[in-house]
């Protein structure tokens, strides 16, 4: 079975620290998205990493997969409040349907001044 | 351009009976998935339609049915609810069954009473 496991699921950080959430994956997968969530929101796409050494960056947020580990990263750099939320990773299975996706817990992050 | 949109925004059943949720893919896409997200947990993958077929379902019961629509709208359907069905459910769509990107809707918040 699919299981992907994020840590932390909580994390409170100040304001212009650096911060990493990781995320296991239990099997193998060609792919893995990275998702955010505000309070009462629906889910809002940061990144899909689809190859090993895969990293994509957008403003303050960093995303890196190495499929060998089964691991990802999403780094955040001098957060702000704005990055307040939850972020989800999921992942897709080998062979599966690709509509399929199986989510970690989530961490909920929250920024303070 | 319309994103994926969701029917009703908010609903309170009692237990015992019976809901349809309703979605809207993004234009020109023919997958719509379904997934029930509980509260303080990741979301969970129920259904996969393509073409009008059911193309994966998740580890949910029978109560739980959904169809496509020729226009590519689906439905979800729950009999005999639960407590437990309390939930956000997020309809997603995207272009193929294998999908590069999946774009969610902004949920219908069900509770059960």
């Known amino acids: 079975e699919l299981k992907v496991e994020q840590n932390p699921l909580f994390l409170s950080m100040q304001e212009g620290k650096n911060y990493t959430i990781y995320c296991n994956y239990s099997?193998?997968?060609?792919?893995l998205y990275w998702y955010r969530q505000d309070p009462g929101k629906s889910l809002e796409s940061l990144f899909v990493l689809l190859s090993n050494g895969a990293v994509k960056q957008e403003g303050r947020l960093m995303a890196s997969l190495d499929t060998k580990a089964r691991l990802s990263t999403l780094h955040i750099t001098a957060a702000v409040h704005d990055l307040s939320a939850t972020y989800f990773c999921?992942?897709?299975?080998?062979?599966?349907?690709?509509?399929?996706?199986?989510f970690g817990k989530g961490t909920k992050l929250s920024v303070k001044p | 351009d319309a994103g994926v949109t969701q029917s009703p925004t908010h609903l309170i059943k009692t237990r015992g009976q019976h809901v349809t949720l309703r979605c809207s893919p993004i234009?020109?896409?023919?997958?719509v998935s379904w997934y029930q997200q509980v509260l303080g947990q990741g979301p969970q993958f129920i259904f996969q339609y393509y073409e009008k077929e059911e193309r994966g379902r998740g580890n949910f019961p029978d109560r739980f049915s959904a169809r496509q629509f020729p226009n590519y709208s689906s439905e979800l359907n729950v009999n005999a609810l639960l407590l437990g069905d309390s939930a956000l459910y997020l309809c997603?769509?995207?272009?193929?069954?294998?999908?590069?990107?999946?774009?969610f809707g902004p949920g219908t918040r069900l509770t059960v009473t």
């Open positions: 099997t193998t997968s060609d792919r």
């Open positions: 999921a992942v897709v299975r080998d062979g599966g349907s690709q509509g399929n996706l199986i």
């Open positions: 997603a769509s995207s272009f193929g069954v294998r999908v590069y990107e999946q774009y």
């Open positions: 234009s020109g896409h023919k997958s």
